[in-house]
């Protein structure tokens, strides 16, 4: 199966622990190069992050399960590239 | 020195942990809060104890203590079932909340696991505050047989109860950053004035 590079999940989660502690967790899983965490939306609890996770092998399941255990609820997988070479979208006359 | 390396690990990991559960939960300051709270709770209490054993001409130190040890042991059992029902609730609530919201069970989850924690600290802490300081108040009876007068062990333990006080005072000094004397003065004159009303109140025993 073709190694998993990159992931762009939308989260709901609680604004604690904050997307500082969850970033770092994310980035110590194995196989992560880099993790970003962007802010969409905040509510009074809980807010919408948008997370971008690259990496030369993602592990989607270990992913999940710190997102979760942070209390986080993973809405949809927005994005996903896998294989020897990033793959940007392309867009094409029809977009 | 591997097997000791090992427990610093696990000591520090649990440490972490356990300041991760205060940022998601605030626990901290609700237990500071419980502390000087309860503790002023306790040393009053014993005060109160003291002053009625005084006046009412008891002069054993062993009924003194087997009355201020039942005491204590009530505050402490009430702070501890009462916070342990209140943060409970309280918790719970606002975790079913939270669930609510993001649709998902978070009991298993840090968040669920710093409720819990929060729970049992901030109860401990509602629960020995008031029966470790109403003890320490009654501490000159324990060396009673030492001391000799009784009538010196209530006057020493009035002397340990304000002092308690103020001390306290100056904790709730230090924690709002203001006056440390100032602080220990207002909770001083409490115990002062429950001396006081004790002493003028027209009760024969």
Sequence with gaps: MGNLRRLVLDVLKPLEPSIVELVQLLADQEGVDGVNISIYEIDRRVENAKVTIEGHDLRYDEIARVIEENGGAIHSIDEVAAGRVLIEDVITPQD | MGESSNARGRFARHVNNVREYDR?????????????????????TMIGVLMGNYLGNVR?????????????????????????????????????????????DLGNTKIGRASRVAVIVVSLVDGLSPL????????????????????????????????????????????SGRSLIGYGMRTIVAGIVAIAINALLPIEP
Aim: charged residues 15%; proline residues 2%; without cysteine.
């Design chain 2, 60 to 104: 054993s130190a062993g009924t003194v203590i087997r009355i201020g040890i039942a005491t204590a042991i009530s505050i402490g059992v009430s702070g501890l079932w009462g916070a342990y029902l209140a943060e409970t609730a309280e918790r719970e609530r606002e975790l079913a909340e939270l669930e609510r919201i993001s649709l998902t």
């Design chain 2, 24 to 44: 998601i939960t605030g626990f901290s300051k609700i237990a500071r809060r419980a502390l000087a709270n309860n503790a002023f709770d306790g040393v009053l």
């Design chain 2, 132 to 175: 470790v300081s109403s003890l320490i108040v009654l501490t000159p009876f324990f060396f009673a047989p030492l001391i000799g007068n009784i009538l010196v062990s209530y006057a020493l333990s009035l002397i340990v109860g304000l002092l308690a006080l103020f001390g306290l005072g100056m904790f709730l000094g230090y924690i």
